[in-house]
């Protein structure tokens, strides 16, 4: 390839990625790039004068203002709320630390105890154990505490300096650092005060976390500030407010966290941060006729989409879930029968999902051994979604964050479906779903394990509308978490358990929601629907199957004269990925398979060119977009 076309390649490919991920893909509001700057950049000082503060990427935190994101939000604690919190937070990387800068505007800076004083609390979640998951809470308080662990000196004094505690980790002195500078004069209200500065460095190598590694690392991260005003010396005055991004507390892994990202090249001068991807896409079936749903998954949409796995006791499995969702997945056993006995049927459910127009189509597949009803939740056999509302009807009026329902479908008595959760009310109340569950053959429901099952499947669509989800989806983007259930039971009692597994958040009120793009550009079609039966008259994609697909999908194809075939792949910048000759083909409808294993998940475009060897006649496609989902 000469060096023009190569950069009229480029250029193409730049301008379709602009398109297609710019405008189609919102940029995601649950994460942020801190950006990789050279050892020596930053003296922690409080000033933030250094040039590349200026080029850092920051949020906005300000109460009173609805954030839009599930754990986000604000509330006032004690007396009304007249100087509200307006907050700049910036975020850099140096060798082995994260370096955070807060610009708070502030007219009553100081504090006292932990429920009156201005401060920050933020937590980093520890990764450091792969056994450890989902990834634990990592602690840290600043501000005018005055606790002793804290080594507060002297927090109250009049122009006293606020003190610094990780909870966790047993840091030292060299493991973080920080410096503050108050626009005014601390615990005293003779004068109004106009804010204050801090500047923090964090070694998050102590957490597990490689920021200097080629790929990078994304460190999990919630963080709340609290604004005490008018205590010192007018008590009565007092106000208590606190607001926070993804987690209003930094001892639990509650609500949500920002996904802040890391990598070498990302740099203050590297230019335009890199598009950050959606942790799960779901296609579009626009062009695929919608299922029947009863609890059958015999439709052909169902067979064009990969979906993912949850099975109790599979490491290897929650390590392969994409981005954050090895450290966010879970799982639990709980007591039953006084104890915790061992799983014998590590029951597997295999996810699929995809919309048309205003449905999100959901399909569970399930294979288990012994298929009961027990009902109670710690023994639950079924599956349960948990998914955000938008809209005034789903805002918490306390924390003013989005609230998450639970969508919950279990194995009923008769072995049919018994719902749970708000999935009665979305169906019955508001005419906004469809749920069946059926057994598969050879599958009863017993309380005893004497017969081996088979499992069971689960068809459900759900009308986004009825969510407070705009007609046609907005923005497309959907935060949700799935957890399956598998109880087992056996005699003696002794034997039997449950499990629940979750890919993503377990449950409502808790870390963390995958952000998930339905992608009304990824659309599935039926290859199928050419006979072949004329000849063709130009070179033509009909289309592959699977599509998106991992890690293998077939591509279909007209070809009006005998060729020998050639497949080029690129990626979203435009560099060939994979290129060769796939065969030597005949005129009329051909196929062949593309394996794309050595690839990572994400989009890809290709191209068929076509050469005869008799007539020296070539034709080449359009480019054509497939996605790989590992």
């Not at 122009?159 to 503050?180: C, I, L, R």
């Not at 005293?188 to 957490?207: F, H, Q």
């Not at 708000?422 to 169906?427: D, H, K, V």
Request: proline share 5%; with cysteine.
């Amino acid at each position: 390839m000469n060096n023009k076309r190569q950069q009229l390649l480029i250029l193409f490919f730049m301008i379709l990625a602009i398109s297609s991920t710019l405008v189609a893909q919102p940029k995601r509001a649950d994460a942020i790039w801190a950006r990789t700057v050279p050892v020596g950049s930053i003296t922690v000082d409080g000033k933030l004068n250094e040039p590349v503060w200026a080029k850092a990427e920051s949020i906005y935190v300000q109460y009173g203002k609805i954030a839009g994101l599930p754990g986000s939000g604000f509330t006032a604690e004690t007396g009304t709320v007249f100087d509200s919190t307006r907050a700049v937070v910036k975020f850099l990387i140096m060798g082995d630390s994260l370096y955070l800068a807060f610009s708070v505007k502030d007219s009553s800076i100081g504090g006292g105890n932990f429920g009156a004083a201005d401060a920050i609390i933020f937590n980093i979640r520890d990764k450091s154990n792969p056994a450890n998951r989902p990834s634990p809470s990592t602690e840290f308080l600043w501000g005018w505490i005055n606790e002793a662990w804290m080594n507060p000196g002297s927090v109250t004094a009049v122009g006293g300096a606020p003190s610094m505690g990780p909870k966790e980790k047993n840091y030292t002195a060299a493991d973080y650092e920080t410096a503050t500078v108050v626009r005014g004069i601390s615990n005293s209200d003779t004068a109004p005060d106009t804010g204050y500065t801090v500047e923090m460095k964090i070694n998050i190598k102590r957490l597990g976390y490689n920021a200097s590694g080629p790929a990078g690392d994304i460190l999990m991260f919630n963080v709340a500030i609290r604004d005490c005003d008018w205590f010192w010396p007018v008590q009565d005055w007092v106000t208590f407010s606190r607001v926070w991004i993804q987690g209003p507390w930094a001892n639990v892994n509650e609500k949500n966290f920002l996904r802040i990202h890391v990598r070498p090249d990302v740099t203050t001068t590297s230019g335009t941060v890199p598009v950050i991807k959606p942790d799960y896409v779901i296609p579009n079936g626009k062009l695929m006729a919608a299922p029947t749903i009863d609890g059958q998954l015999d439709e052909a949409v169902w067979s064009k989409i990969p979906g993912f796995d949850i099975r109790f006791g599979d490491a290897a499995l929650r390590d392969s879930y994409p981005l954050v969702g090895p450290f966010a997945s879970g799982q639990y056993q709980p007591t039953v029968n006084g104890g915790t006995a061992a799983v014998y049927d590590s029951s597997k459910a295999k996810i699929k999902m995809f919309f048309k127009g205003n449905m999100l189509y959901v399909g569970v597949d399930v294979q288990d051994q012994v298929v009961q009803f027990k009902d109670v939740y710690d023994r639950w056999d079924g599956i349960m979604l948990t998914v955000n509302g938008i809209g005034k009807d789903y805002q918490n009026q306390t924390d003013h964050d989005q609230n998450a329902v639970k969508l919950s479908v279990i194995v009923g008595k008769t072995g049919k479906d018994s719902l749970k959760d708000y999935f009665p009310t979305l169906r019955d109340s508001l005419k906004g779903a469809q749920v069946v569950l059926k057994l598969k053959p050879n599958t009863t429901v017993d309380t005893l394990g004497n017969d081996v099952d088979e499992g069971y499947q689960v068809e459900e669509a759900i009308d986004l509308t009825k969510l407070g989800y705009p007609s046609g989806l907005g923005d497309g983007v959907l935060y949700l978490g799935v957890t399956f259930f598998d109880g087992d039971s056996y005699i003696p009692t002794s034997l039997s358990y449950g499990t629940r597994t979750w890919w993503f958040r377990e449950r409502d009120g808790v870390a963390t929601a995958a952000y998930v793009y339905m992608d009304s550009t990824l659309v599935m079609t039926d290859v199928g629907k050419t006979n072949g039966t004329e000849l063709p008259t130009e070179f033509e994609l009909l289309g592959s199957y699977p599509n998106p697909f991992n890690p293998a999908t077939t591509i279909k194809f007209n070809l009006p004269f005998d060729a020998a075939v050639s497949l080029t792949v690129y990626d979203m910048l435009g560099r060939s990925v994979s290129n060769g000759t796939i065969g030597e083909f005949r005129s009329g409808v051909n196929t062949f398979r593309y394996e794309a294993s050595g690839l990572s998940s994400g989009v890809y475009f290709y191209q068929l060119r076509a050469h005869s060897t008799t007539s020296g006649r070539e034709s080449s496609t359009p480019f054509t977009k497939i996605m790989l989902m590992k």
